[in-house]
């Protein structure tokens, strides 16, 4: 990846940047801390893979801004790639992806970011975890991997070349085996007890024949007693016929008795309906004479109504006219009293306008007032510009003497109360000394107790570990004695046989076969047996659980006291450090004190004369002479302000004088139109109540209602006497009614006595018929005992047939079951076989893909080129003084002939092999940084790409001037190898040394940047 432009708006502290790398191939990028050194990678970062060190990506974007937004682009694999990323606050992320062609950039950005970044990852053969451990040294991180001990540095070599994959991958396949391992516990109960069910098949299938036997005699006797129960039954449905047919004529008779009472009353009712229709018919000429009155009055009533609507529509129109002129009324009385109002508010108007034309002349005069302190007051601004500064700069004075006292004085004081403190010190040297030797001799006392609660710890494990062993054997036996607690309530479950029968028993509980009482004696006493010892098991398991409770308790309060008793070793460890440090700065107090006591006579004798700030002094007496000159006083200043405020009410006087004369010409245009107004209101309501086009239609109106020969009462009167004499109407209603229905009734009557004479024959027919039927029945024979005792012989054989069925199709069912289950069988060893391969296949992918398997190999193999490659760096920034070797592997301490995995780092320079310890500061960076160089090359290398860019943000503030240059000629050394090396420093020693320097500087407006050669 080779840089060439790099565009940055908004994006932290930067607003707007733009920085081109194609003129640039070893630089350094300088600036004060804070100024957004950083920055640049940061945006280069952010822009690619969308990575960045702040928590949500609207911090990226500056201060007040709302867009971020940064563009970089690059070569790689001979092709020019543009990458832009921006963000709106608060919104989502925006990126592109172009690809140079001969006609310009072409995009290559797909349908959603994810894609695109994934594109990019792949066009650019780095992601960004590569990055940051290869092309980006990033501050601080340096001695990262020499301080970390052999372990630790495997774990960073696997970090560093993404090895946690296989770590996921060994997490994955110790899953998947413990899978398995669960598969096969479960399959193999399973195959055991499938075994033993399959013993059962054979007696089964002899059972299944003696039943098939039973049943074929029971059908032949079946059969028999069907052909007999199918002679008594023909006898019986002829005797059930004869029944049936006295039932009928029975019933017949109890239907004739029924209708012959239904039709007396019948005819008793119509009886009745024809007295009251002649009774009716009688009364037909005063029913006549009251309907023809109600007709009469019925038309009186009509003419009247006519003559109300009439009334009724002129007194609605004479009402809707009055209304309509009581409104305008109203309306007109309310508009002269609003002109009234405004021509009283007018003339009020006039009074107001006129008190504030009356005071005039006094405003005027005070107008000479007013200009004469503006102008006392505009001479003394023009003093007080030219004090102003002065003033300015003598309390600048007087702040930096008060400073420069204040200075001295703190100081002072800081020296005297070290020297009293240092004084104090040196006096309890004694008494340090003697704490010092009492606190080694606690200290002794408090780690012998360290090595017995140590010990107490050990024996409280050994005794949980026996609990843990003794639980799982009380589990063990509780299991059993559960399963022998079943088969024992399988042995009770005994049927109470009735009187006569024998005495059957439960199949046995391990093989399900059939127990005579012999057998079943015997077996439920060898479960009870069985269960009394694991019982006794069971105590003896508790009363040790017990016990050893008991002693873990009396551990564990031991450990807690002697926990408590060690809650000071620490602090004490730590005390006699500060004491030995105290102790050992002793000497040097001395010197301390004789050079305190010169430094605070010297500073007392400067607060004294005064010659700590002569300059300044000396300027402050001058801008005292020159103020004293100009002759300027702050109190005339305020009381020529105070003059000015005083009259400025003038100002607003002369607006109010203004305003007043024009108010004045408008009130006197308007009073003309009010009064004109006022008195056109009163002709026109005047007009209203006597000569309007309203006032003669009401009276047209009122004149038409006199003429009308209508009375209301009257009407009101015949209408109550018309509802009197609506019941005419019904009467005459019922009277033809009853002409219309008196011939009808009268046919009825004889019709009903018809029908009464014909049932009376009928009955005397139907006790005819039964009594020969009586005399039928006497004669047969009643079947109906034999056909019940054949009927429940049929039963009891039928029911028999059920049983031996029902146990047939269980029997089958158990064969077919037998059947299937020896097909599982089979399944489920398949099944046992595949996970049990499985398991094994899988726990050794976990230990291949675990630490010590292929992470191993592939460190071992790196470990080779990576120490060749630092040595080549190192030997060019030490001189070829330095050198480095990985040590992967060494014998134990107390078995020499056994190797353990490691991996120490062996330093050796002029003086032989050391530890890194032992290097000074700048030796132990320049290893810290030859390693860091040569992982970064091989981390590239792995990602299929090569490191043509390097970043550089480490701190050489350890390395001394020579070693600066040795770093320098290393860069200098290793850059035919890069296409471009960025290093971020503020040394200025360092800064010179380059051909190219990036400047960032931070402004008002955000950081700048600019280039030097």
Request: hydrophobic share 35%; charged share 25%.
């Amino acid at each position: 990846m080779i840089p060439l432009q790099l565009g940055l708006k908004n994006f932290l502290s930067y607003q707007e940047a733009s920085l081109n790398f194609s003129q640039i191939h070893t630089a350094c990028i300088s600036g004060v801390n804070g100024a957004g050194k950083s920055s640049l990678l940061e945006a280069i970062a952010w822009c690619l893979w969308g990575k960045s060190r702040v928590n949500t990506e609207d911090d990226l974007i500056h201060y007040g801004a709302a867009e971020v937004r940064v563009m970089f682009s690059l070569i790689q694999h001979q092709q020019t790639f543009r990458i832009i990323r921006s963000r709106q606050r608060g919104q989502t992320t925006s990126l592109e992806f172009q690809v140079q062609t001969e006609s310009g950039f072409r995009a290559l950005t797909s349908r959603n970011m994810r894609q695109t970044q994934q594109l990019i990852i792949e066009s650019l053969k780095l992601d960004y975890h590569t990055f940051i451990n290869s092309a980006y040294l990033r501050q601080g991180r340096a001695d990262e991997f020499m301080l970390k001990g052999a372990m630790e540095r495997k774990q960073i070599l696997a970090r560093l070349l993404n090895l946690e994959q296989y770590d996921r991958l060994s997490d994955r396949a110790k899953e998947i085996a413990l899978e398995h391992k669960t598969t096969v516990g479960v399959l193999q109960p399973q195959l055991e007890a499938i075994e033993s069910q399959l013993t059962t098949e054979e007696a089964i299938a002899q059972e299944l024949q003696e039943i098939e036997q039973h049943l074929h005699q029971l059908q032949e006797t079946q059969a028999r007693a069907k052909q007999q129960l199918g002679s008594w039954q023909t006898l019986q449905h002829q005797q059930q016929t004869l029944n049936q047919q006295r039932q009928w004529h029975q019933s017949q008779q109890e239907t004739l008795d029924g209708d012959r009472q239904r039709l007396h009353q019948e005819r008793d009712s119509a009886n009745a309906q024809k007295e009251q229709l002649e009774s009716l018919l009688a009364q037909e000429s005063a029913i006549t004479t009251a309907y023809q009155n109600f007709q009469n009055l019925q038309a009186k009533e009509a003419q009247l109504a006519a003559q109300f609507s009439t009334y009724q529509t002129t007194q609605d129109q004479l009402n809707h006219l009055r209304q309509t002129q009581n409104e305008q009324h109203r309306a007109l009385e309310d508009q002269l009293r609003l002109t009234q109002v405004q021509l009283e508010h007018l003339h009020a108007q006039e009074q107001e306008v006129q008190a504030i034309l009356d005071r005039q002349p006094e405003i005027e005069a005070a107008q000479v007032k007013l200009q004469q302190a503006r102008d006392r007051l505009n001479s003394l601004d023009q003093l007080q510009l030219q004090v102003s500064p002065l003033l300015h700069h003598r309390q600048n004075l007087q702040s930096q003497i008060d400073r420069a006292t204040a200075r001295c004085r703190a100081k002072l004081e800081e020296l005297q109360a070290t020297w009293q403190q240092l004084q104090t010190e040196q006096a309890e040297t004694p008494l340090l000394e003697q704490a010092a030797e009492d606190l080694a001799g606690q200290i002794a006392q408090l780690e012998k107790k360290r090595i017995y609660q140590q010990r107490v710890l050990e024996k409280g494990q050994e005794r949980r570990n026996m609990m843990e062993r003794l639980q799982a054997q009380q589990r063990n036996y509780e299991s059993q004695l559960d399963a022998i607690s079943q088969k024992l309530q399988l042995l009770k479950q005994r049927s109470s046989p009735e009187k006569g029968d024998e005495q059957i028993y439960p199949p046995c509980p391990l093989c399900d076969r059939p127990l005579d009482e012999h057998h079943w004696h015997l077996v439920q006493e060898k479960h009870t047996s069985e269960q009394q010892q694991i019982l006794n098991q069971i105590w003896v398991i508790r009363e040790q659980l017990a016990t050893s409770e008991l002693e873990i308790k009396v551990f564990r309060q031991e450990y807690r006291d002697l926990d408590r008793e060690l809650a000071g070793l620490s602090p004490a460890l730590e005390k006699r450090g500060q004491l030995k440090a105290v102790l050992d700065v002793t000497g040097q107090k001395l010197a301390r004190l004789q050079q305190l006591q010169t430094e605070i006579m010297e500073l007392e004798e400067a607060l004294q004369t005064g010659s700590y700030a002569q300059d300044l002094y000396t300027e402050l007496q001058t801008m005292d002479r020159r103020l004293q000159k100009l002759n300027y006083d702050e109190k005339d200043h305020v009381l020529a302000r105070g003059q000015v405020e005083k009259w400025r009410w003038v100002d607003i006087k002369r607006g109010e004088i203004k305003s007043a004369l024009k108010q004045q010409r408008k009130l006197q245009q308007e009073r003309p139109e009010l009064e004109a107004q006022y008195q056109q209101l009163s002709r026109r309501l005047e007009k209203l109540q006597t000569t309007s086009t309203l006032q003669r239609q009401i009276e047209t109106l009122e004149c038409q209602l006199a003429e009308m020969d209508y009375d209301p009462e009257s009407h009101q009167t015949l209408l109550n006497r018309l509802r009197e004499s609506q019941s005419a109407q019904f009467r005459y209603q019922q009277l033809e009614q009853a002409q219309q229905q008196y011939p009808q009734v009268c046919q009825t009557c004889l019709e009903l006595d018809r029908r009464l004479e014909d049932h009376q024959q009928r009955a005397q027919e139907l006790e005819e018929s039964l009594a020969k039927l009586n005399q039928v029945l006497l004669q047969n024979p009643d079947a109906t005992p034999q056909v019940k005792a054949l009927e429940r012989q049929l039963q009891d054989g039928q029911r028999q047939r059920e049983e031996l069925l029902s146990r047939q199709g269980r029997l089958q069912q158990q064969h077919q079951h037998l059947k299937s289950l020896n097909q599982q069988y089979q399944t489920i060893k398949q099944q046992l076989e595949s996970a049990q391969k499985n398991y094994r296949i899988y726990t050794e992918l976990t230990t291949a893909f675990g630490r010590k398997g292929i992470q191993s190999l592939m460190i071992e193999n790196i470990l080779p080129e990576l120490e060749a490659q630092t040595n080549r760096v190192l030997a060019r920034l030490s001189s070829h003084q330095l050198h480095v070797q990985f040590i992967t592997q060494k014998t134990q301490k107390t078995k020499k002939d056994k190797w353990v995995e490691t991996l120490d780092i062996l330093i050796a320079d002029s003086q032989g092999t050391r530890p890194y310890e032992t290097y000074s500061g700048g030796e132990a960076f320049r290893v810290n940084f030859a390693i860091r160089l040569a992982l970064a090359k091989l981390l590239a290398q792995q990602s299929g790409t090569s490191l043509q860019m390097l970043i550089i943000d480490e701190g050489f503030g350890t390395q001394d001037e020579e070693g600066c240059d040795r770093l320098i000629a290393a860069i200098n050394a290793i850059s035919p190898e890069f296409a471009c090396i960025l290093t971020i420093t503020h040394l200025k020693f360092f800064k010179e040394a380059f051909p190219v320097r990036i400047e960032v500087t931070k402004t008002a407006t955000g950081s700048q940047l600019s280039v030097m050669n």
